[in-house]
């Protein structure tokens, strides 16, 4: 199977943790994007990356979250001090370059945090 | 602001039946439409996209939707519903000047009854 994939899947968390969650894209695709889902919501942008440059953030990225993209293929989402308000899922898109193109989503991690 | 909305929480239909789910949207320019289906406790799966020409988009499994710019509508529909269509139903709107970033819908819970 070549579409995303993330990990983990699950991770719980005390309050006050970091965490950190990985995306694998597309391998032919330059753009990767990062989404929230919080429970009868519908996912919100967080940022998103063409190659290895971060070319948006969300003002809902606080800046106790970081994502990086470093050689351009996989990408990992960091959260610091974790607050129980971070308990979401967490998903991943990938595409083309052009905004006309399909973002794939993977599977998501869901984030518990105690 | 920019946004999507769906008016629906949840559509019940019989199986056999035609069904519907609704989707309008608020944007200044020209809007790229899409549809997504999240089974539970997995990402969000892409059905269809409307990005310009034919108003009428066939999508995966049977779905399509139409665009009707003076209604500022993107309904989602197909012919004759499955149970397995059971899922929850994501309208999502890329503005095409602005960014890339996908703008959902708050989903419509999808219950199809045998």
């Known amino acids: 199977d070549t579409g995303v994939s993330q990990n983990p899947r699950h991770k719980i968390t005390k309050r006050g943790q970091n965490v950190t969650f990985r995306c694998d894209p597309i391998?032919?695709?330059?753009?990767l994007y990062w989404y929230r889902q919080t429970l009868g919501q519908g996912p919100e942008f967080l940022t998103y990356?063409?190659?290895?440059?971060?070319?948006?953030k969300s003002r809902l990225l606080s800046d106790r979250f970081s994502a990086e993209r470093p050689k351009g293929s996989f990408s990992t989402l960091e959260i610091q001090r974790t607050e129980q308000g971070d308990s979401a899922m967490y998903l991943c898109?990938?595409?083309?370059?052009?905004?006309?193109?399909?973002?794939?989503f993977g599977p998501g991690t869901r984030l518990t945090v105690l | 602001a920019q946004s999507v909305a769906q008016p629906e929480d949840q559509v019940n239909v019989a199986e056999g039946n035609p069904l519907t789910v609704k989707c309008t949207y608020s944007?200044?320019?020209?809007?790229?439409l899409f549809w997504y289906v999240q089974y539970p406790n997995r990402g969000l799966q892409f059905l269809l996209k409307?990005?310009?020409?034919?108003?009428l988009v066939k999508g995966s499994y049977g779905f399509e939707a139409e665009f009707n710019k003076s209604q500022t509508s993107f309904h989602l529909k197909k012919p004759s519903a499955l149970v397995s269509d059971s899922a929850l139903y994501f309208c999502?709107?890329?503005?095409?000047?602005?960014?890339?970033?996908?703008?959902f819908g708050t989903g419509t819970r999808l219950q199809v009854f045998p």
């Open positions: 999502a709107v890329i503005i095409s000047y602005n960014t890339d970033k996908l703008i």
């Open positions: 391998s032919e695709h330059n753009r």
């Open positions: 898109a990938s595409s083309l370059v052009v905004s006309t193109d399909t973002q794939y």
């Open positions: 944007v200044s320019g020209n809007p790229y």
């Open positions: 990356f063409q190659n290895e440059a971060q070319l948006e």
């Open positions: 409307y990005i310009t020409g034919d108003n």
